[in-house]
């Protein structure tokens, strides 16, 4: 994988376990909070990933820093509609003010306000839209700040599927870790392609588009600095890296659970090759890809939990008993793993509703 998505925090844990020999939680959350060898970053289309330190400079370059200017400016105008004259000074003001307060043991968003009272501004966000709210700068301040470099994600303050986390100084966070300034965003954004096509390709360009977040002119032109041959892809022009031509070795017949937002089906747009005819069953109505089953490379049903955390599925095409089989043993061991948690989606599907009965 090239990051995993962050959306949903249960999707991290889960995500990571599918591909561990020794599925583990704790192995996970050590990576996280006690190693601190991944960290949660913002990046491509503006979507929350877990990116390895490692590899922090290359996102960041190649990604965030466009979309973290995006956003500075997008909390500028709701600052100067909301009233405030100078908003460039205002967030510089409020930085500053949330560096000094921050403390090496991390701080829960609500002190950080209580602290810094310049955040207790209040500012209208989706403006002549159906999601319109009066809300505090708060959170948008924290973000903007993560995504430029200042402020780190920590642990969450509940359990493993938590979404509130603790803020860190970033400097602090990763130690000796930090992220190379000297790389530039042209290397980064070719080496965030080549790592993405030796993942996912051969795929066309509309793909690497999407994934990117990137304009097409950009993704062009990144693509013409790497080492790529064409080649057809469900009647398509796809490319694929020069020295990753030759197909893989078919593997053993395998099944795995992947949770909502993995990171394999939401590494291409067109997902028709795979998904088959099940969209409408294991997405949700904004286009958030649901728990998966999958044999052998392609999608064959959903997957929830009863109430008291039982991992139930739903097979919706004809695979037969032995891949039946299968996928009841996999099944029982994500029940093991999850020990009774029962994981509350962010994005619950049609097919998601059934198995657990959602209202």
Do not use: C
């Not at 949770?259 to 795979?274: A, V």
């Amino acid at each position: 994988m090239v990051v995993l998505h962050a959306t949903d925090p249960a999707s991290v844990y889960l995500s990571a376990a599918a591909r561990l020999a020794e599925p583990s939680l704790d192995a996970v959350a050590d990576a996280l909070y006690e190693e601190r060898s991944v960290v949660r970053v913002l990046a491509m289309r503006r979507t929350l990933f877990i990116v390895p330190v490692l590899s922090l400079a290359v996102v960041e370059r190649s990604s965030t820093d466009a979309v973290a200017l995006k956003e500075r400016r997008r909390l500028e105008q709701y600052l100067t509609d909301g009233g405030i004259e100078n908003p460039s000074a205002w967030l510089e003001e409020a930085a500053a003010a949330i560096e000094h307060v921050v403390p090496s043991e991390g701080i829960v968003a609500r002190r950080i306000t209580e602290a810094v009272p310049l955040l207790a501004t209040r500012i209208v966000v989706g403006a002549g839209t159906k999601n319109e709210a009066d809300v505090g700068a708060t959170s948008r301040v924290l973000g903007v700040l993560a995504s430029e470099g200042l402020l780190q994600r920590g642990q969450p303050t509940g359990g493993w599927t938590s979404r509130q986390h603790r803020w860190h100084l970033r400097k602090e966070w990763l130690g000796d870790n930090q992220s190379d300034d000297e790389l530039d965003e042209q290397t980064a954004s070719a080496e965030i392609l080549r790592r993405w096509l030796y993942v996912f390709g051969p795929a066309p360009v509309e793909d690497m588009k999407w994934w990117t977040g990137w304009t097409m002119t950009k993704t062009r032109t990144t693509l013409g600095r790497l080492d790529t041959v064409e080649v057809e892809v469900d009647g398509r022009t796809g490319h694929v890296m020069a020295d990753d031509v030759e197909a893989d070795t078919t593997p053993e017949t395998w099944v795995a659970l992947l949770p909502s937002l993995d990171p394999t089906p939401m590494g291409w747009s067109n997902r028709d090759w795979f998904l088959g005819p099940h969209r409408e069953r294991l997405f949700d109505r904004n286009g958030n890809i649901g728990p998966t089953v999958w044999i052998d490379g392609r999608i064959v049903g959903g997957w929830g939990q009863r109430p008291d955390g039982t991992v139930v599925t739903s097979i919706l095409e004809d695979i037969g008993s032995d891949h039946a089989a299968m996928i009841e043993h996999r099944a029982a061991d994500l029940t093991e793993l999850l020990d009774t948690t029962v994981v509350k989606p962010s994005f619950p599907t049609p097919l998601q509703r059934e198995l657990a009965h959602f209202d």
